[in-house]
């Protein structure tokens, strides 16, 4: 099983910006990292994913424009850049490995999921 290891997150300003990391122990043919993000007291949603066969990318909507996920192949690791930050983004940030080809927007099928990390914008 890969296991993931996130960092980066912390505090700030509305407006600001903030970038993640995501290391991963290994990883398939058809491999997909991921993004998701709980606030308190609604459900983990999706934020953003990259696939390592063809660098293909997915947004949710709410972060299209502001978030861009990137790749490093030869570190096994994933950033999301946060920009353009708002409350509305606070949340504890989650990196996960899944092994699928199904897009993550609509299915998720991974068990492998970081610790968290916490993102809070002030405003």
């Known amino acids: 099983q890969v296991h993931v290891v996130e960092s980066g997150g912390g505090l700030v300003q509305a407006g600001g910006s903030l970038r993640l990391s995501c290391t991963a122990s290994g990883r398939t043919i058809s491999s997909i990292m991921g993004w998701f993000r709980q606030a308190p007291g609604k459900e983990r949603q999706f934020v953003a994913a990259i696939r390592w066969s063809g660098t293909i990318t997915y947004y949710s909507d709410s972060v299209k424009g502001r978030f861009t996920i990137s790749g490093d192949n030869a570190k096994n690791t994933v950033y999301l850049q946060m920009d353009k930050l708002n409350s509305e983004d606070s949340a504890v940030y989650y990196c996960?490995?899944?092994?699928?080809?199904?897009?993550?927007?609509?299915?998720?099928?991974?068990?492998?999921w970081g610790q968290g990390t916490q993102v809070t914008v002030s405003s």
């Open positions: 996960a490995h899944a092994s699928q080809w199904d897009d993550p927007r609509s299915r998720w099928d991974g068990s492998s």
